[in-house]
């Protein structure tokens, strides 16, 4: 599934219509309710801009976090609709009550250019439930659905399936990107196709494991991940996490590898802490030395010169997950290294959100990336290949 000939926004008829244009601006908050990272707002620039200029009416609609009751101030999208207002330079005007006929006679009163911004719409229950009544409701807003929160396409919910069956639908410009990106390299990588994988749990990465193994030409394996491919090789790996559960799973992952020509790399050497603190004193060893009472905390210098080489000659990568407790800046280094091979390579680069990402962009090598996904979990999903209920609901082109 590649959703490559999706409808976008320019196949269809925006001109002077209203517009329910679905947006993630679901942005991290600190506790005096301030925007720690912009990014997901000014990614959804393009297409609110791009609106604007056609003299749509427009709606953005957008959760943020996880509320459990309405009335719940933490998750109102103020802040953000403040910060849209600076950055427009115009007035959103925000709908606080999501249904109701204050909020429709609003919506009828503002002129065409406007924009107006639904509250959390996770306010309403049955947005998660993609409710048939309340999708109407929204759809009857509106003359045209837009889609533009790719973090979300992977969830079958009231704003990103139900209202598509009521009005005519596309998706928007980040939308776009993300599928066009993401879907070619997995489509049709230029090669050598390198994946990095890293982050905790071999479990929580296995569906990923299997669908690239069937398109890159090497997997490079680090993280709390690696120690149970390490010890499925026959090494201790001392109190590094290890799931013993997969142990056989990751003997089938690296006896499927050899079988396709994949090539597999795994640390040589290793970061261990005496325990698992930020603080702990540490020492790095050989992968098949890891002492007994020691805990792997991040890859070693030779390993990142291992992992680079085969970086640096890659000409498609995909990188989700750090490579050590990037949270600590005593096992940041392998992290960093690696972000450093993949902002030097001349690949498309990839980077699939979360703690990669940050550590791209704390180090400075956001522009010389090729794209980071807004995607988090949606971008694991789309590297497991599984289908978006989201984008099915778009007509084709
Ligand atoms: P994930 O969400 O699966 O990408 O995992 C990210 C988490 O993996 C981060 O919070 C890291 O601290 C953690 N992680 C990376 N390497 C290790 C390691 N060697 N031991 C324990 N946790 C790790």
């Not at 439930?129 to 889609?147: M, Q």
């Amino acid at each position: 599934m590649n959703y490559l000939n999706k409808k976008s926004i320019t196949d269809i008829n925006v001109k002077n219509r209203t517009v329910f244009l679905r947006c993630d601006l679901n942005v991290p908050l600190d506790s005096k309710l301030n925007i720690i990272d912009t990014k997901k707002i000014d990614e959804s620039l393009k297409t609110i801009k791009y609106l604007i200029e056609n003299n749509s009416k427009i709606i953005i609609c957008s959760h943020l976090g996880r509320p459990k009751s309405k009335n719940d101030s933490k998750f109102s999208l103020k802040p953000i609709a403040n910060y849209l207002s600076k950055v427009l330079g115009k007035e959103i005007k925000l709908l606080p009550e999501i249904e109701g006929e204050n909020t429709k006679k609003t919506i009828v009163k503002l002129n065409f250019g406007d924009v107006c911004m639904l509250e959390n719409i996770r306010f309403d229950e049955r947005e998660c439930e993609n409710d048939e009544n309340f999708s109407k409701y929204l759809a009857s807003l509106a003359d045209v659905y837009i889609n533009d929160a790719f973090a979300v396409c992977h969830r079958a919910h009231a704003s990103t399936v139900g209202i598509t069956k009521y009005l005519p639908s596309a998706c928007g410009f980040l939308v776009e990107k993300e599928i066009k990106i993401l879907g070619s390299a997995l489509k049709s990588p230029k090669r050598p196709f390198v994946a990095i994988l890293g982050g905790a749990k071999i479990s929580d990465k296995i569906e990923v494991i299997n669908n690239l193994m069937e398109k890159v030409d090497t997997l490079i394996i680090g993280g709390g991940m690696s120690y149970t491919f390490t010890n499925a090789l026959g090494y201790s790996v001392g109190d590094s996490i290890c799931e013993k559960d997969k142990i056989s799973l990751a003997k089938n992952i690296m006896a499927k590898a050899k079988e396709k020509g994949v090539k597999i790399l795994l640390p040589l050497d290793n970061v261990v802490g005496l325990k698992y603190s930020a603080d702990t004193e540490f020492k790095t060893v050989d992968s098949d030395k890891i002492p007994n009472g020691w805990t792997g905390l991040d890859i070693g210098q030779k390993t990142v010169k291992l992992f680079s080489e085969t970086i640096l000659k890659a000409k498609t990568i995909i990188w989700n997950g750090p490579l050590g407790v990037y949270e600590w800046k005593n096992f940041q280094k392998g992290t960093a290294g690696i972000a450093r091979a993949v902002a030097n390579s001349e690949a498309t680069s990839i980077i699939g959100g979360g703690d990669s990402a940050a550590a791209i962009q704390n180090l400075g090598f956001k522009d010389k990336v090729t794209h980071i996904s807004t995607g988090g979990g949606a971008t694991l999903k789309f590297l497991e290949g599984k289908s978006f209920p989201a984008l099915e609901a778009i007509d084709e082109k």
